[in-house]
């Protein structure tokens, strides 16, 4: 059984910060792809940022320059720093893993909420 565990959601006031940790346990191979997507009310699941095993990253244009997005593959963790938050940014988000032979999982979200 393989388990992603998200934590550093929050409350916080616009301009402000949080980090976000996604931890993967269980049996588990290797992690190739790993991913934060957010959804906020009434809308679409999104991508946030991405990150690749060999540390290659991409971003959703609405967090670039704002967000930074890192793995320790020793401890199958995946990061999301958040800065210059603003209140658009207000979602739950989603910690996602792409593992070998397994596949995708998805966390189970952590609220984060940015008050104006």
């Known amino acids: 059984q393989v388990q992603l565990v998200e934590s550093g959601g929050g409350l916080v006031q616009a301009g402000g910060s949080l980090r976000l940790s996604c931890a993967a346990s269980?049996?588990?191979?290797?992690?190739?792809?790993m991913a934060w997507h957010r959804q906020a009310p009434g809308k679409q699941r999104e991508l946030v940022a991405a990150i690749m095993r060999g540390g290659s990253t991409n971003y959703a244009d609405s967090v670039k320059g704002r967000f930074t997005i890192s793995r320790d593959n020793a401890k199958n963790t995946v990061y999301l720093q958040m800065n210059s938050l603003k209140a658009v940014d207000t979602a739950v988000y989603y910690c996602?893993?792409?593992?070998?032979?397994?596949?995708?999982?998805w966390g189970q979200g952590t609220q984060v909420t940015v008050s104006s």
């Open positions: 269980g049996s588990i191979f290797s992690i190739n792809n």
């Open positions: 996602y893993a792409h593992m070998a032979i397994i596949g995708g999982r």
